[in-house]
Structure formats: C-alpha cells, structure tokens
C-alpha cells in the first residue's frame, strides 16, 4: 500500500528535537517517532476514524494514545510559537473566523457540549474556530468556540494568546466595535476594519491593506483540506484544536522552506 504525503525530509528535521525531547523517557527510536506523525498526519488529512489508519503506520491505538500525551502536554502550541516568533512578519496581524460542522458522533463528552466548544448556530452543531494571523496569514493563535459564538466575544483572547501586538489589525465588520478600535490603538495599533452600516460614525479603510485579508481567508481554505478539520469528529475540544494547530504547523513549515 502507498501512502502518500509522508513527511519529507525538511518537515521532520523541524519535528524531530520537539518530538524527540518530549518522548525521551520512553526511548522511542527517532525513526518510530517519524512514523508515529506520519499516522497522525494521515488521520489528519483523511479524515477517517483511528482504527482504519493502515497497518503500515503503526497500531492505530498506540498511535491514538501518542497524539493524546503530545496534544495534552501542549506540544502543538510550543511548535506553532517557535515558529511565528522565529519567522514571518507580525507587524500586520489578521484575525477572523470559521463555522466547522460537526458530526453527530462529536457530542458526548463530559461536562456537556458548551464546555467542549460545541453548540447550536445557524450551520447547525458546529464549532467555531477563530485565527489570529500574521501577514502571510499564517496563525500566530488559535481558539475555539461553541458554533453560535460572535466574533468579538473571543477578541480579547485572541490578542492575549501572542505577545506581539501588531502596527495594524485587518478584521472584517463582524469585530467592528468601539471597543475593539480603541484596545488596538492603546497598543499602538492602526484598525482596519470596516464599519457595519447600521452605525451612525464611518470608518473608512485603507483598500490596498485590507485587500490583503484574504491571505487569511486562504489559509482557512488550506486548513480545510484536511478533513478532520473540515469536519469535527472529536468528543474534545482539545484534541480538535490538536489536529487544527497540526495542519497549521505542517502549512507553515512549507511556507519557511518555500520562502
């Protein structure tokens, strides 16, 4: 059987000091632990459930409980901040938003679906999963919601979730708010966003820099492609969010080495 997309040479010399540090106590040989991704690659790309990952990838329930240890001791979120602090231009940041449907097979996890980022919207029981961008529209943050959340809700901990606060913040008219311009100006901040039109004071835009939005609206194109992001199959919003920041990672590693 051929696998395709395994990780290339270039991918897995990014991941292997990560991987390799956090598994160090297990002594897992470096090779296992590149097979170990790729299976987990694989579910990420497909979308299918854990036990159809081929024989070739490993044993689909050792593979499953590996993803599990990384995602819950924050592997992914290290990984994606080296990566936005070390490259990439954050002068000009984007935030924005995206519904992802979930499957009937998503709910059922303890606590209740609201304290899993699942809820009721017009899309129907989706999640929501909210970005903060750099120029390239690469992530810099990831955060999710219940379905039926407003875009401006989670702003605060969009910009809380990375340090560097941007020059200028392209947002579409579901962040236009008084609030928002004036938290983006106190950090020293330009708000491109343009105005609902309900409101009595306009704010016009600058078209050059806001044409620029949809690189962010491309990557949450890119990020779709893989399935088990298009469409939620996970009970928790932590190893949903796992295979998002996964996806993400692997765009930003082709962006670096494409750069």
């Given at each position: ?10 991918e897995?010399a ?18 296992d632990?590149?097979?170990v ?26 593979v499953?409980?590996q ?57 129907g ?26 875009d401006s ?26 609030a ?14 343009p105005?609902?039109?309900n ?7 600058n ?10 609206e ?11 992001v ?28 494409a750069?």
């Amino acid at each position: 059987m051929v696998i395709r997309d395994l990780l290339t040479d270039e991918e897995w010399a990014f991941f292997a000091p990560f991987v390799i540090e956090s598994g160090a106590r297990g002594g897992r040989p470096a090779a296992d632990h590149r097979r170990v991704l790729d299976a987990i690659f694989w579910i990420t790309r497909t979308g299918a459930p854990w036990r159809d990952l081929p024989d070739a990838l490993g044993n689909w329930n050792s593979v499953h409980r590996q993803f599990r240890r990384w995602t819950a001791s924050g592997l992914w979120d290290v990984m994606l901040n080296a990566l936005s602090e070390g490259s990439g231009d954050a002068a000009l940041q984007m935030i924005d938003s995206t519904i992802v449907r979930a499957h009937h097979c998503a709910a059922g996890a303890r606590g209740g679906t609201q304290n899993q980022a699942l809820g009721r919207s017009r899309g129907g029981f989706s999640t929501k999963i909210h970005l903060r961008t750099n120029a390239e529209g690469l992530p810099v943050a990831v955060l999710l919601t219940p379905g039926e959340a407003h875009d401006s809700t989670v702003y605060s901990d969009l910009m809380a979730a990375h340090d560097r606060d941007p020059e200028v913040l392209l947002a579409d008219r579901g962040y236009d708010s008084d609030a928002i311009r004036d938290d983006v100006r106190s950090r020293g901040g330009t708000p491109e966003i343009p105005t609902k039109k309900n409101r009595r004071v306009q704010h016009s835009v600058n078209r050059a820099l806001y044409a620029l939005r949809n690189r962010i609206e491309r990557f949450i194109n890119r990020l779709k492609n893989s399935r088990r992001v298009a469409t939620r199959y996970d009970h928790t919003a932590n190893s949903f969010v796992g295979f998002i920041l996964l996806a993400a990672i692997r765009h930003w590693i082709r962006f670096v080495h494409a750069a």
